[in-house]
């Protein structure tokens, strides 16, 4: 029990104190330890089986972030950004509708950085034309991007899956009850904010000064396809009603689906190479990261270490309690992903409480869902990349951005967590 608390402590200082990344963190600890618990010969075998369970969670994040990155391609987003501008107007609660609803659609494709970029580029101009205060804009971004995430295509889904080795479906389509009760409270905190700036505007009180946005978004409208819009919205209903309806597994899903997707928008293959390439880049780290992780809880599982650390945390666990463990994780989770990053989290904390809620008959999937309810206050960590490329493109400070969002991400939090106890997910 000993070696394994060591083990994880080491691997949560050294990637948080940014001595390793948390690739390598993953491959070189669990090695490390494996072979001072005696369990040289055997850690082949036990990475190896890690790797195979995880196998599925890692082609599912593979094709699901190359499907939706090839559609923004493609265009699919294009006439709804450009209808949802339209729509809003110069009436600040429909711009502010209007960002909620682009960024819900835009966010599933999981990649936080490219949600951000397409939603900023399209609605701070008109920010600034009508004075709203971008840190509006800042804290629905926020909100719809982290709901979103609770997709198993989402990164901290993912990790979550595969830190507990469940299938990303039993975490996501129980889910998907409390992720509508996410869209509607990040409609909702949308629609407060347009009405408070709405009302700021017309006293005339001035916004907060920001400076220039550091980026902008560009994109090669070479390879939109206007044309086939309704043939890929189409594919793109299929694909996820396939997938939530479980009729073939997840990863298979989506990877008929990129097939056809390739081959419908772009079927030279030379553009298909280009594609692959130019996308590599947000799919890859996450796949391999994925790997690594089975490799690290493979050996956690084969050398007894969870076992044993799990009987030790039970001895902490008032009896009572242990059945709920599913409810005090999503609270845990608040302070716990504010201040530690998803890696150490979800991979050093989560295997942890699964275990040690296996003894009271919680199974591992209630622990993967309640772990993931946190995400909106995690979203405004100051260990995630994404809270310094929105704040470099509102040109706010990221301090401000923290204390204006918040309140309402603690919100948005506890509607999740109510949702999912309501629907009896996280229990």
């Not at 090695?31 to 195979?52: E, P, Q, S, T």
Request: charged share 10%; with cysteine.
């Amino acid at each position: 029990m000993l070696l394994g608390y060591m083990m994880v402590l080491t691997f949560m200082v050294l990637i948080m104190t940014r001595r390793l990344t948390a690739l390598v963190a993953l491959i070189l600890i669990p090695m490390l330890f494996g072979v001072l618990a005696g369990h040289g010969a055997d850690l082949g075998k036990m990475a190896v089986d890690g790797i195979a369970q995880l196998a599925p969670t890692a082609t599912l994040l593979l094709f699901a972030v190359l499907y939706f990155a090839l559609m923004i391609d493609a265009g699919l987003f294009d006439p709804l950004v450009n209808r949802v501008l339209r729509f809003a107007g110069e009436d600040p609660v429909r711009v502010a509708l209007g960002t909620a609803i682009v960024a819900l659609i835009v966010a599933l494709d999981g990649d936080g950085a490219t949600t951000a970029l397409i939603t900023i580029t399209a609605f701070l101009p008109v920010y600034r034309r009508l004075g709203m205060n971008p840190l509006v804009l800042a804290v629905i971004l926020g909100s719809a991007n982290t709901v979103m995430n609770l997709a198993p295509w989402g990164g901290p889904a993912g990790r979550a899956a595969a830190a507990l080795h469940v299938d990303p479906a039993d975490v996501f389509v129980p889910l998907l009850p409390t992720i509508a009760a996410g869209i509607l409270g990040t409609l909702g905190i949308a629609w407060h904010l347009g009405r408070r700036e709405r009302g700021r505007i017309a006293r005339g009180t001035d916004p907060i000064e920001a400076d220039e946005s550091i980026l902008s978004f560009t994109r090669d409208m070479t390879l939109a396809r206007p044309r086939l819009i309704w043939l890929n919205l189409a594919l793109t209903l299929a694909t996820l009603g396939i997938a939530i309806a479980r009729l073939v597994p997840l990863p298979l899903a989506f990877m008929i689906g990129f097939a056809v997707a390739m081959l419908l928008n772009y079927p030279s293959p030379r553009l298909q190479g280009e594609r692959l390439k130019a996308h590599a880049e947000n799919a890859l780290p996450i796949v391999v990261l994925i790997l690594a992780a089975g490799s690290f809880t493979g050996i956690m599982a084969g050398t007894g270490m969870i076992d044993a650390m799990a009987k030790g945390a039970m001895t902490a666990v008032p009896p009572a309690m242990g059945p709920q463990l599913g409810v005090v994780t999503a609270f845990l989770g608040i302070p716990l992903t504010f201040v530690l990053s998803n890696d150490a989290y979800y991979f050093g904390v989560i295997p942890i409480i699964a275990q040690t809620a296996a003894q009271y008959g919680v199974e591992p999937a209630v622990i993967a869902r309640a772990s993931l309810l946190s995400l909106p206050t995690h979203g405004l960590s100051p260990l995630v990349a994404a809270v310094y490329l929105t704040a470099g493109l509102l040109g706010c400070d990221v301090g401000a951005m923290q204390r204006f969002g918040l309140k309402w991400a603690l919100l948005l939090t506890l509607i999740l967590i109510a949702a999912a106890t309501l629907t009896g997910v996280i229990l």
